[in-house]
Every structure is written in C-alpha cells, then in structure tokens.
C-alpha cells in the first residue's frame, strides 16, 4: 500500500495535482496543516461546563476534572455524546422521510408514490398495522404515524426491536439497553452526560448501547425501508464511479448529501424532455446528474446514476471546473465548498432549514411541490452553463470504472432461489462448509488524515482473497466503486477459490454493494436472516461475521460500530481511537462487551493488523460454532485461477495499476 500518497484512487491524484498548481487547499492540505488536538483526540478532554475545559491527558484513571469526573466517565461522555449525534442524523433524516410517507398517503406529495408496495405491507406487519380491505395510500398513512410514534412515544419499546432474533432481545432486555424511543435516547443520553448526572463510565456506555440501537433498529432501519417503499427496493444496477464522470458537452449536476427524496425528484427532472429542449437551448447536450456521498448511493443503488465517489471527492469534484451545481442536503457536506466555488462558476444549492451555507443559493426542498422544484434547480444549472470557463476544465483523464451495486435484503434472498424459494439457506451452508470463511461489513467514511481508500482497497482484495463474502455501504462502497473492486469480474479474479465458487453459482460479485449509510440497518437485517436460518447458532452474536471502518470520521460512524456491537457483530476502526485515554473503557469496550454482548469494539489502525484481527474473529466464531475448519484452498483449484488469469490478462485494477 502507498501510503504515502494522500489518496490511491487516481484520479483523484491528478486533481490533487490540479489543486497544488493552482494554489487551492483542500481538506488534504488542511489535514496535513491542522494535526489533531491530541488531547480531543484521545477523548481526555472535557468541556462539559464552564469550569473548563479540563484536560485530562497523560495522567492515569483517578486523573480528575475540576467537578471530579474521572478519565474514564470523561471519555465514556465524550462518546456516549458522539453516538448521541450519530443517532439523532439517522433518525432525523428517517423523519423527514416518515413525513413524506404521511403526505403521500394523504395525497399531499403527488410527485412521490408508493413504489413497493410488498414492502409497505411487509413493514406494515412488523408495526401491526392491518392492511385487508384499506387502500396502499391509507396503509402508508397508518405506516407513517406509527413510524413517527416511535421517535416520541412515552410507553414500551420500539416496534423494530422484535425484528431482532429472540437471543438478542433477551440479551438487550437482560441488560436494560432496549431501546424505548428515538427521540427519548438522544435526549436522555445528552442529559445523563451533562455535568453532574451519570458518574460510571459502564452505566454511560450503556446508555450508548441504548442510542445507538435506537438508531440501528429505530432510525436507520426506519429510513432504509420507508427510501425502499417510497422509491423502489434495489435491486443490481450498473453505473459508472469516478471524478471522470463528468460530461464536457453536459451541464453537470451534483448531488451531494445523505437525503434521497429532493434527489428522486432531481432523477426525474434531469430526464424531462423539456428540461432537455432548455438545457439544448444554452448549449449544452443534456443534463448529466452525478452523485456524491450517500445521497449518490441512495441514487445508485435504485437508478444506476454515477458516482463522483465519496466524502473526500467533494473538493476534487468542483476543481474539474465542470460542476454547474452542486446541491446539498445534510451530512458530510465541508464548509469550504462554499469558498471553493467562488473560484470557479459553481452554484451551491442548499435545500434544507437545517443546512445553510454561506453564499449558498437556498431552494428550500418541500415534498408537496417536489418535481417543481426540482426543476427549478435543474433550471438554475443549466443556466449556469455558460459561464463555464472552458480554459479551465480538467480531466483527470483516468477511464470510470464499472459499477453493480444494489444487493437490498430482499435481493440477496432472491438471489438464493427466486421468488419460489428465496432464503439465506446456500449462503449458510456455504459458510458451514467453509466455502465462505466468514462476513465482514466494510463501511464508513474517508478520512484525509489516511491515504484516501487505501485501508478500503487493501483489506476488500486481502478480505475476498482469504474467502471472506464483502459487503459494503456507505464511503467504503464509493471507495471499492473507483477502483473497479465490484464488478463480478474483476473481483471474481482476486477472490478465493471457496467464495469464487459460491459467487459463480449464484451469480453475485464477491463484493456486494448494500447502499448508503443508513442502509447499514439491511446488514442488520440479513445478519439475522442469517441466524434464523439455523446451522449458524441462533443469534447474530457468535456468527463468523466482523464489521470494519478502517478511515471513519463521521459521529454516525461510531453510533453504527456501537449499535453493531450491541447486536452482536465485533467491530474493528481504524484511523485512531477517541477513547485511548481511558485504559478501563478499552478494557469494557474489547473485553466486558464480549461477556454482555458476545461482541467487542476494537480500534486498530495499522491495516495489517486489522485484518488478521478480522480473520482472527471470524475463525474463532468458527470454532465456537463447531463448524468445520477454514481450510485455505480446500475448494477450487489452482488451475481455476490461472485459467482465469489467461483469459483477463491481468489482475490489475481497471486503472492499470496495482493501488
Ligand atoms: Fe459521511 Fe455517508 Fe462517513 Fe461517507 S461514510 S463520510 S458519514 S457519507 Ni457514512
């Protein structure tokens, strides 16, 4: 691996180039300028009241702030708060969406409809909504307000924690982590941290355990399957990912954010014929719309529309001088986007209350006239383009990779029989036998303090290699997308005899891109599909599964490793630890977690390291399990690979070099 590379995706190398010619900072020079406080950086720093902040550092456990709060509760708040966040942007978005369910189901959003209608009675009956003789549009009225009772209601616990297999709510019960309501976590969490509330650091992480399930099981899963009704379950799509997406001859569109609804629309508007006539009219060929971050993987994954890649491409996108507007929602969107595009004829669109940006034009997104303003934003690009400067247009020049992404829950259980016989059986046995030696969930963000994608890249070849089924979402999917990693073809050729079989028979890459970042709630999903299916014990803890974010960054990342832990699956982080201070919470988090939970939160960020840790995992759960023995090579041959190297020539990356 090249470390030393600020990132290994090429293209973005040459726009870095671009960026140093022109004397225009990027996150990756600031990172460089600004080292991290190392004090925040390893969560000993408190800045809870105003008797602060104290900064606990280099001291042992007993260390205390001026209130007398110790290391440990320090940083076991310091978390507890940034689950408290990453949950509360899940659940939020999930809200919005729930609120656009309600006004369809009233008829009040006339450009949006139910598009899955299965699904929506699907979910109808894990909320025990009764849909005989009621209309779609009334069973998504009663979906939606039982959807938004879950964030406030004052009773019981959430309806999606019966989703979760038996084993595991006994356990959450057990342990008094069972989430109540959204809302009522994040709320309760931000009090118990202020000063002077929850003194053991054990009983503020499980608070933490507590949000972050209200988001794994509450927010996420709730946005997941109300995106799915609304807009379409995935299922595989073919598209183009790279920096190079962008047309010359097109005004370029960006859509950049995490919300899929304003998007939806903008799909729709970038293809209407009239738009089409107007976009003719200033010069240009048509509207080509591209996606960036997670709202590009909400797109990719239902309509197969490119990806620009992920959080670290917003700056190197605009620096093509090709983007005639780039339009944000929430999340992940970096302030100096906003500068950037003084530099050049970029329009940044904001569309939410919640997200203003200085120099931003403000189009504010209302789903009962969502096709309209969609339109006005496309209108607003296309007449943005001629005032692009072509002398200054840059080409990273590197061909976009192939792209098939899409692999919903739904899919994955197609995939293995159709609609006659669809079920997770020949995916057990695949691992019982040890054709599969395991799963991991390789997610998360981008980080400019890592070679961009280099921890992504390295352990998704190393993973399928060792016969490890990969399956992806959020920055980590962009980052496999670029480099040409999910395609079965390419990615057939590096992985493993055992896997490479199963994938052959069932005609799926060895790499499965699940979605954006909230649809981390569909791992959760298939994980206890999995243990349903027996042979596997009957709970998601003890399966031969792990989840890595080797370059997170992101609050969310960590509320996703939590409620990852809390529901059984070990979790490995690189890019370093906000709770390295405190030697007793790594102590609860890599080893008492294991004897509550049957799952540990590991950070690690040497990338060797963390995938010996990963397949030490995955073939310890093996041996608890009683299942056979993970043999390298047991299945397949030799001559298979070689065979398969003659025909494609190399095992190179479709960029021709080996990142
Ligand atoms: Fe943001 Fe979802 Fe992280 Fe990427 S992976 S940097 S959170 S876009 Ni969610």
Known sequence: MKENLKSVD?????????????????????????????????????????????????????????????????????????????????????????????AVGRGEAKDFQVKDVRKLNRVAGYLGVNVEGKTVNQVAEE??????????????????????????????????????????????????????????????????????????????????????????????????????????????????????????????ASEDKEIE??????????????????????????????????????????????????????????????????????????????????????????????????????????DNFPNRKKEGVVHANIKPADVIAGFSHEYIEYMQGGEYRGSFRPLNDAIIAGRIRGVVGLAGCNNPRISQDSMHNFLTRELIKNDVLVVQTGCSAMASAKAGYLTPEMAMEQAGPGLRQVCEAIGIPPTLHMGSCVDNSRILTVATAIAMEGGLGDDIGGLPAVGIAPEWMSEKAIAIGTYFVASGVPIIFGAG????????????????????????????????KVLELALKLIDAAREKLKIRKYEPGAFGTERVLLDMKARRGSFATPHGVDV
């Not at 490119?306 to 999340?331: H, I, K, P, R, S």
């Not at 906000?578 to 690690?604: I, R, T």
């Open 10 to 102: 090429p293209a973005a190398q040459v726009l870095l180039k671009v960026a140093g010619q022109k004397h225009i900072a990027t996150a990756f020079e600031r990172a460089e300028k600004l080292k991290p406080c190392p004090i925040g950086h390893q969560g000993a720093c408190c800045k809870m009241c105003h008797m602060g902040p104290c900064r606990l550092v280099g001291k042992e456990e007993e260390a205390e702030g001026v209130c007398g709060a110790t290391l440990p509760v320090v940083t076991a708040r310091n978390f507890a708060r940034m689950v408290a966040a990453g949950t509360a942007a899940h659940s939020d978005h999930a809200r919005d969406l729930a609120n656009t369910l309600l």
């Open 143 to 268: 979906v939606a307000l039982r959807f938004l009772e879950q964030f406030g209601q004052q009773k019981g616990e959430l309806a999606y924690n019966a989703r979760a297999p038996k084993k595991r709510q006994e356990i959450w019960k057990k342990l008094g982590i069972a989430p109540r309501a959204i809302d009522r976590e994040c709320v309760e969490m931000l009090h118990r941290t202020t000063m002077g509330v929850d003194q053991e650091m054990e009983n503020i992480m499980k608070g933490a355990l507590r949000a972050a399930l209200a988001d794994g099981w509450g927010g996420s899963m709730m946005g997941t399957d109300i995106s799915d009704i609304l807009f379409g379950t995935p299922k595989p799509v073919r598209t183009k990912a790279s920096l190079d997406v962008f047309l010359e001859d097109h005004v370029n569109l960006v859509v950049h954010g995490h919300e899929p609804s304003f998007a939806e629309m903008l799909v729709v």
């Open 277 to 382: 006539a107007y976009a003719k009219s200033k010069g240009a060929k048509g509207v080509k719309l591209i996606g960036m971050c997670c709202t590009a993987n909400e797109i990719l994954v239902r309509h197969g529309i490119a990806t620009a890649g992920g959080f670290l491409q917003q700056e190197l996108g605009l620096l093509t001088g090709m983007v005639e507007a780039m339009v944000v929602d929430v999340q992940c969107i970096m302030p100096a986007i906003g500068e950037l595009a003084k530099k050049y004829h970029t329009k940044i669109v904001t569309t939410t209350p919640k997200g203003k940006m200085k120099d931003a034009v403000h189009i504010e997104y209302d789903e009962h006239h969502a096709l309209d303003l969609a339109k006005k934003v496309v209108r607003l690009a296309i």
């Open 577 to 608: 630890s906000p709770v390295s201070a405190s030697k007793s919470m790594k102590e609860l988090m890599e080893k008492k977690w294991w004897e509550q939970l049957n799952a540990g939160f590991y950070f690690e960020e040497d990338p060797g």
